[in-house]
């Protein structure tokens, strides 16, 4: 019995770091090509500026996440809210 338990454990950690990781490449394969994009936007004299205000943006998102993280104490919520907010910027590609 132990020994099934210690493979099942062994078995969600193995499927979760492939989770983790395959999340940590997709992120990467959305945020670097839309910074760029967002960085050719703007003529070469206002790219600075323009990368700035662009992790300006990162930044008080990921404070609004811990601020969301603190109000909402169940993070199957948080999860969803999250992903629902996400929703909202299907249009975005089309």
Known sequence: MYSYIERLVEIM???SLQR???L???CQGIVLPSFVMACELFAAKYRT???TIIGNFWAVS???LAL???LVN???RLQLIISLL???TIPLYW
């Open 68 to 70: 969301l993280a603190y």
């Open 86 to 88: 996400g929703l909202l």
């Open 20 to 22: 983790m990781l395959w």
């Open 49 to 51: 500026f323009a990368g």
């Open 13 to 15: 950690t193995e499927e």
């Open 24 to 26: 940590c490449i997709c």
């Open 62 to 64: 990921m404070c609004l």
């Open 74 to 76: 169940n993070w199957v």
